[in-house]
Each structure stands twice: as C-alpha cells, then as structure tokens.
C-alpha cells in the first residue's frame, strides 16, 4: 500500500509529497540541535520560575499537544508546533519497552492512539517505529511514537518537560538520560504517592518534583521522605483552596493547576489540553504589556 493513502486530508499534498520523499514510509531522524548562542541564552525552568509576576503563569501543554488541532500527543512534531507558537513547557509520558528503549507515549496499549496493537510494555522497538499515531480526535497523522533520546535531544534549549512515568518506566535510566542531555534544570520528575515521591528524590535530589497537595500538612510528609522543599512543585488540580494557595505562596513553592487565576491567585504552571489557544508570550500568560518586556529581560539576563 502506498504511503499517501495514509494521510488525513488535512495533512496536503505538500505534506504527504514530504513525507514520502524521505523514502519507505521511516520518518527523518536528523534532529535539528539548538545552537551554542540559544544554549547560552536559555534560562532554566528556575529563572523563568523566579521571574514571573504574580498573576502570570507558564502555559504547559499537556500531553505534549493541543486538542482539536490534527496533532498527535506525545510527538516531536507537535512540540515542534507549539515551540514555534512560543509555548516553553509540555508534559509528557513516558514508557519502556520489552526491548529496552524509553518511548513518549500515554495509554497501556496501542489500539485507540495510533495503528498499532497490543501492551505497549510488551513490544519491541523494531516494530513500534513503523506504527503510526493518531491525533486527539482519532484521525490518522504521520507521526511516530519518538524515542526520549530524540525528544531530549530537541527540547535542550527550547522546551522545559514535565515527566509523567508510565509504570514500565524505569526511573533511573530516565533520570540518566536527563543529566546525559544536561537537562536537570529543564525538568519537573511528577510523581503520585509520597513513596513514587521519595524514590525520585533519592535518585534525583537536584532535580523538581511534582506532588500532589490537598492541605498545608502534606509538604511536611514530603519533607519527612527526603524531597527538599525547593525542588517540589505543589500539584492541585483544579482546587480553589484559598488558604492552601496562601500557604503555598508563602513557603515558596510553585503551583500547577488545571486552572488559571483560582479567586484571583494564578498557577506558577497552567497545564492545559488547549495551550495553542493561550497565546503565550515567551512560554507565558497573564502578563501586562510593562511585565511582558520586564519577564523577558529577567529570564535573557539584561
């Protein structure tokens, strides 16, 4: 079967002429690398972090994508998309397959996200980087399920990623690929119990991590297993816990909600499925015009 019939109509001819060019349906694995100039002015998560106004917030793209835009989740080209529209931080998921290799991926098994079939944990990498994903909506797309190397190799310098662990993930071997592309201070490590908590901070003490918060008293419990309070970031859902928000503020710690501005307090981190409809100004929203060009100068340094 030819490689066009594939394709979505939304994908063009230019598209698909593409795509084929590059011969028998393998997708091109050149990886445009950030120069040494855009290395040299990429503030880490942290400065970002310590130069955002109060009411602002960064966008991240949850899942990597944006809903209802013919992209895939968890795919370069759609980091590479909403890198160009000026978003600075996605999560992602990530799994291990049989073969040993680390994958972007969401769902336990292939079927309802792209054309392949199966556990995800259970295949090999010989056949998944001939399946191709679907988009949020189902359709067909030319994307691949990417590797962590290659999507390491493109964020250094572009994008900050929140890592959401599959349970095939193995947290070590992820955490050394991290430092292997310098990006300790470009991640946020989620986890979801107090022990998922501890065993990224023992291995990964320099590096953010995300636990969830329902009350003030659960940062003591963090601390307790060895998550220092500087490196946790407090997830909270979509709550409107105004006491707990205060608390967070004045211990510090960066939020990150589903919502945007909770009776008037903003999220350090706004994850949404919509981050292309957010138009961001350099990885951010909420800002004034007067706060637009003071972030830009604090995070560039001028």
Known sequence: MLCETM?????GTLTALAFISLGGCQSDS????ATSADLDSWPSLQ???D?????ASLVAAHRGTTKGRGLSENSLESLRVHYDAGIRLAEIDLAQLASGEHILFHDGVWEDKSTGQGAVASSRWSAVQDYLLRDTEGGLTSDRPPLLTDILSYARGRVHLEIDFKSSADYGE???????HNMEDD????SYSVGQARKLARL???MFISIGVKKPSDIKRYEEVGVAQDKMMAWVGGIENTELLEFLESANIPVLSRRRGQ????PAIYVTDYALKSQPYEGGVGFSTNERTAFKNCITGE
Request: positive net charge; proline residues 14%; hydrophobic residues 45%.
């Open 204 to 206: 990964a003490p320099e």
């Open 51 to 55: 130069c955002l106004p109060p009411d």
């Open 7 to 11: 394709f979505k109509p939304f994908l």
């Open 174 to 180: 992820v955490i050394e690929l991290i430092r292997r």
């Open 47 to 49: 400065r970002r972090l």
């Open 263 to 266: 009776k008037g307090r903003s």
């Open 187 to 190: 991640v946020v490590l989620i």
């Open 30 to 33: 050149r990886l445009p690398q």
